[in-house]
């Protein structure tokens, strides 16, 4: 017999590395699993890059902010001027703490999926990760909201100088732009956030009729429901076993 190992409830002799494997993971055996994998892994994809883009933008405007500042103590005359970007590091900052959060959020339910298709949760936990989706996918679109708006309509700015200096400064320091809509940099980060976030939405949508079905077909009474995948029946490969939970 086996020794048996459980992690939370979770039997670890369950885990095997082909369940990631193409024809295991997009098994069509479990109700919505590919579709529910695919907008989750694409939405997990575009968030890393455009985090990525933005962390890149974040970088670049805080450094242009050392330098310019630095700059203008070197020149004669010498100003203490401040460049002013909180608005961009803000909708950054927004965009780098949900874009974790919810790549975090769908990571775990995408291994749970792949390791313990057959698993059967408990309500409070179906209901808090269907809270947990809504308000991470809210702050996620929220993000997107004021990095759009951000970078189509703000810009950095020079206090402490006259603008002929600023314009000194900004010459030396060209890139990135103090208008933020300048740089395809910017452009780019804030379409891929866009696109991971219509993606993130299609994910937690998936995710509440999977769970909903679950819940209906998982505690319902005389209902059938799948207990093996196509790869774990019995050792035998004939197909999945369904069974009927007994009243």
């Known amino acids: 017999m086996p020794f048996s190992r459980k992690l939370w409830g979770f039997d670890l002799n369950e885990m095997r590395w082909d369940a990631f494997k193409g024809k295991n993971m ?33 970088s670049r405007y805080n450094m242009l902010q050392t330098h310019i500042q630095q700059y203008a103590l070197t020149l004669t005359p010498a100003f203490v001027v401040g460049l002013h970007n909180d ?44 809270t947990l989706a809504i308000v991470l996918t809210a702050g996620f679109l929220a993000a997107a909201i004021m990095s759009t708006v951000v970078v189509a309509t703000h810009s950095a700015f020079i206090t402490g100088a006259p603008v002929a200096m600023q314009k000194q400064y900004t010459d030396f ?48 009474n005389n209902v059938p429901f799948m207990i093996n995948d196509e790869n774990t029946t019995n050792g035998s490969q004939d197909g999945p076993t369904f069974i009927e939970k007994s009243p």
């Open 173 to 220: 320091f060209f890139r990135p732009p103090l208008k933020y809509k300048d740089w395809a940099m910017n452009v780019a980060y804030v379409c891929l956030l866009w696109i991971s976030c219509l993606f993130t939405i299609a994910s937690a949508v998936i995710m509440f009729i999977s769970v909903k079905h679950e819940m209906k077909y998982g505690e319902t």
């Open 26 to 58: 997009y098994s069509r055996t479990h109700y919505l699993r590919r579709e529910r994998l695919i907008a989750y892994q694409i939405a997990l994809n575009l968030s890393i890059i455009a985090e990525g883009v933005a962390t890149y933008s974040m």
């Open 87 to 130: 608005d961009i590091i803000a909708a950054e900052i927004l965009t780098l703490t949900f874009g974790a959060l919810v790549s975090t959020f769908f990571s775990l339910d995408l291994l749970l999926i792949v390791q313990w298709p057959r698993h059967i949760y408990p309500k409070w936990y179906n209901y808090t990760r269907m």
